[in-house]
């Protein structure tokens, strides 16, 4: 057969009616064509606009892929309007508003086909069109790979969309094909779209990969259902449904997804079975808006990429988990907003590096038999409305197992934590539930710890192993009955465990439920020298410190302040309001420490303070390496600090320049929240260098509310120092010897007062010094007399550094 020419074969029912013609032309041959017979296509190219009529069958030469070329300079290439068969053919547009390939009609049977064009649409199926469409590529970064519209259907086997300007797959307008077997990918739409009420895509084992949008979109009511297909390398989510779509995902894989994993809101509704989402970078599944719903049975959400919660619910959604797993995430389910709902049954959730639930604003969560491993939080029911049950859960190798704040109100029946780092159950401002049947087993901390104001109920509880202690209440504690503890937290070093013992407790008083016990911290705590002596005792003592005259100032007028407010209630009459926490800004070494343990007890002289006792704590004493641990040890270090002074020392860290997601701003609300709560059981005073701790006011402003005034410690000048030294020898029993004194100043004013100058410490460095270099040298004395013995000269001073 020429090149360039076609070859019908006529068939009919009588063998003398079958016969071969050749044509010169596309068009002239199915003119000349009938139902049944076939045309076969000489290699070539051909300018034509086909248009099929009848059910006729239209083919290359096999094995000759893309030897025949349909390239028109307009219009649509080929438009199939009965039940024909095409195979074997290369279609080429080149109209940006027309398809290359138009189905309006029939059922064709399409095979082996290429379509390479910039049309506005590769193949598009429309109308009362149902085809077969096999094994047929389509590369059209023009438009839309594939169009199915207006009613129509048809089934797409093993073919390939290698690249589409718009979506992959586009079904519209009550369209409603079926997918097997297929591969789309380098989309710069959606990988495949189902849009319209009435339109629907089935898909089985497909691929869809390397989108510049979301791989699956499903909006204004329309349905899919996908079996066995996998969604991978988008740019923007995986699936995204939207007004009242709906979607089940059944065997499928969702993966290296940057944005959502899944994403639905607007009534959408997704039934998700034995499928999985991993490496996301936002959530794995995102359901927003009243009426939204995920049903997930046997799935796996894990291996996030960035720092979201795997399962975000929100605005009133709601999602079931049954028999599921999330685990290597950031954060496992976090449910916020009135109406929201998470069910959780027989579930998984392990390996989080933060909270594994959390509940907030209102939200609800119901966990059934479910086991939460390695996170930092198991459980955070955060505010007032939030609530919900967990019931026969286990909670396993987590920071914090249960924490309950803000006036949240959740029930936990029968639940178990062991080994938490910290407390087991956690409840604080002003936060309640109620704990039936819950067990701690081998805490680091309390097993359960509940502050001050919280109106908590704990009933038949039990608590082993527990570092510090089985229960930890504050003085207005919460309603005990029938809980038990081992006691075997450590008292003090000499305390043995005592025998199990029972708490019965009504009416929301302690009866035998152990109390508060003192245990061992990295943080320091001062008690007051003499808790008799008089305020103007511990003003002497303050006067008698070298040089701070300034300090003393400020220290002197505000305890004026206080004793004569005093002096007026007890006369009647009203007394200004002193807001009694400082702020200490200075270089190390120049007495802050010494200033607030003083100020402390000049507070309880006054009857201020109870104890007048300082605790001094800094940044890694007060922030936790996971969301929830900042929380509850600054509530711990305030607790301690009852009564008495909180000393931060370079506060400022707890708000770096490049803060981030740092933990340090936990532990600023917690502290100003207990601070407004607790106004007259504290006394707070920040401490660091002079600027940062201002720029530490200037980004906080809700802390610089709290504080009366700032009190600069001045660095010592080397008259200072000398004096410092000369205290310090005076208490030991040294001497300065001669010219000791005048070279001790020569020392100072040299020394540099870089940022490692230490002020007092230096000086008392200093004298260290002097004291080994002296005992250097009076060791070699064969004999020493009492002036050897005391008497230290310039030649013991240490070399400049």
Known sequence: MAQGTVQVTHTGTSRWRRRTGEYASLAAALEAAADGDVLTVAPGTYRENLVL???????????????????????????????????????????????????????????????????????????????????????????????????????????????????????????HPRLERCRIHHASGAGLSVTGEGSGLEALGCEVYEIKGAGVQIAARATAHLTDCTVHRTSADGVTLDTDAVLTLADCAIHDIPENGVDLRSRSVLTLTRSAVRNFGRNGLSVWDPGTRVDANQCEIHDSTGDYPAVWVSDGATVVLEACRVHDVPDALFVLDRGSRADVVDSDISQVRNTAVSVSDGATAQLDDCRIREASTGAWFRDHGSGGTLANCTIDAAQTGVIVTKGADPRIERCTVTTPAEAGFYVSAEGRGTFHGCRVTGSGGYGFHVVDGCRTTLTRCRTERCARGGYEFGEDGPVVEDCTSDESGVRSAAHEPSAPQTATQTMGLLSTVPGPHPTATATVEVSATDPTRTSQAVLGELDALVGLESVKREVRALTDMIEVGRKRQQAGLKAASVRRHLVFTGSPGTG???????????????????????????????????????????????????????????????????????????????????????????????????????????????????????????????????????????????????????????????????????????????????????????????????????????DDLPELP
Not at 106 to 112: M, R, S, T
Not at 625 to 650: C, K, M, N, P, W
Not at 734 to 754: I, N, V, W
């Open 53 to 175: 009529r009848r059910a006729i069958t239209l083919r290359g030469p096999e094995g000759s892929a893309g030897s025949v070329r349909i390239a028109p300079v307009d219009g649509v290439p080929l438009t199939v309007r009965a039940s024909a068969t095409v195979h074997d053919l290369q279609l080429e547009g080149q109209d940006a508003a027309a398809p290359a390939l138009l189905i309006e009609d029939g059922a064709p049977e399409l095979c082996d086909l290429r379509v390479v064009t910039r049309s506005a649409v590769g193949i598009e199926v429309r109308g009362a069109a149902r085809p077969t469409v096999r094994r047929c590529v389509v590369d059209n970064p023009g438009g839309v790979g594939i169009g199915v519209l207006d009613g129509a259907g048809g089934l797409f086997e093993e073919c390939e969309v290698v690249s589409a300007g718009q979506s992959g797959v586009s079904v519209r307008a009550g369209a």
């Open 592 to 794: 802050k420490t010494t200033v607030a343990r003083l100020y402390g007890e000049i507070l309880a002289s006054l009857g201020v303070l109870e104890r007048g006792h300082l605790v001094e704590v800094s940044r890694v004493d007060l922030v936790g390496e996971h969301i929830g641990s900042t929380a509850i040890r600054t509530q711990e270090a305030f607790d301690r600090a009852r009564g008495g002074v909180l000393f931060i020392d370079e506060a400022y860290a707890l708000s770096p320049e490049d803060s981030g997601r740092d933990f340090g701003r936990e532990a600023i609300d917690t502290l100003v929240k207990l601070m407004e709560d607790h106004r007259e059981a504290v006394v707070v005073i920040v401490a660091g260098y002079t600027a940062e701790m201002e720029r530490f006011l200037r980004v906080n402003p809700g802390v610089a509310s709290r504080f009366s005034r700032t009190i600069t410690f001045s660095d010592y000048v080397p008259e200072e120092l000398l004096r410092i030294v000369e205290q310090q020898a005076e208490e030991h029993e040294y001497r300065l010897g001669e010219g000791s004194s005048e070279a001790l100043l020569k020392y100072f004013t040299a020394l540099p007062k870089g940022p490692a100058f230490g002020n007092g410490r230096t000086a008392r460095q200093t004298f260290e010094s002097m004291v080994e270099r002296h005992a250097g040298r009076v060791a070699q004395l064969a004999e020493a007399n009492t002036d050897d013995l005391t008497l230290l000269y310039p």
